[in-house]
T-cell receptor
Framework: DGGITQSPKYLFRKEGQNVTLSCEQN?????MYWYRQDPGQGLRLIYY???????QKGDIAEGYSVSREKKESFPLTVTSAQKNPTAFYLC?????????????FGPGTRLLVL | AQSVTQLDSHVSVSEGTPVLLRCNYS??????LFWYVQHPNKGLQLLLK??????LVKGINGFEAEFKKSETSFHLTKPSAHMSDAAEYFC????????????FGTGTRLKVLA
């Protein structure tokens, strides 16, 4: 089955702790994205990567970091500098080739602060 | 700059009656537009997309949307609501020139009454 997987489904963070959210895709997509979703708001872009070993900050990158060492993987680290990390985090990838405009989403990770 | 406005944060309909979810966009050139659906604690699922082909776009589960350039609108409709349609719906506009970023509306929560 092709798709995007995110793990874990729920993640708990203690104050001052860094945590990493996993995102893996087997769709052979070049581009990948991380979004944050808060209640009553649309999705806000944290980071995106159009190709391996390259990524750009989105609109709310402060307190987050990413890496893109493999095409299939785009992990997101929520650092202790992110003071309000409680949210639903969604990873997406975008189709490659001629019709490369459509994003597909993973099932999400809910991050909660203890 | 691009933007998207979903005109209703909540819509309630009775089962079997038509659904109308409104979306207006702003773009300096011909955009690509999408509708996604999100069930509670799930990722986003693509319903349909407009990418400069036919202005009336048919999607999954009986949904369709019409691109109206003169009105800068891309409203989502369905002739007859089903209980399983209860979810949150997002209208999205994309910038396919260079950055490949996506702008999300704030969402419309659809409630279907028995």
């Amino acid at each position: 089955d092709g798709g995007i997987t995110q793990s874990p489904k729920y993640l708990f963070r203690k104050e001052g702790q860094n945590v990493t959210l996993s995102c893996e895709q087997n769709l052979n997509h070049d581009a990948m994205y991380w979004y944050r979703q808060d209640p009553g708001q649309g999705l806000r872009l944290i980071y995106y990567s159009q190709i391996v070993n390259d990524f750009q900050k989105g609109d709310i990158a402060e307190g987050y970091s990413v890496s893109r060492e493999k095409k299939e993987s785009f992990p997101l680290t929520v650092t202790s500098a992110q003071k309000n990390p409680t949210a639903f985090y969604l990873c997406a990838s975008r189709t490659s080739g001629e019709k490369k405009e459509t994003q597909y989403f993973g099932p999400g990770t809910r991050l909660l602060v203890l | 700059a691009q933007s998207v406005t979903q005109l209703d944060s909540h819509v309630s309909v009775s089962e079997g009656t038509p659904v109308l979810l409104r979306c207006n966009y702003s773009s300096s050139y011909s955009p690509s537009l999408f509708w996604y659906v999100q069930h509670p604690n799930k990722g986003l699922q693509l319903l349909l997309k407009y990418t400069s082909a036919a202005t009336l776009v048919k999607g999954i589960n009986g949904f369709e949307a019409e691109f109206k350039k003169s009105e800068t609108s891309f409203h989502l409709t369905k002739p007859s609501a089903h209980m399983s349609d209860a979810a949150e719906y997002f209208c999205v506009v994309s910038d396919l020139r260079g950055t490949y970023k996506y702008i999300f509306g704030t969402g419309t929560r659809l409630k279907v009454l028995a």
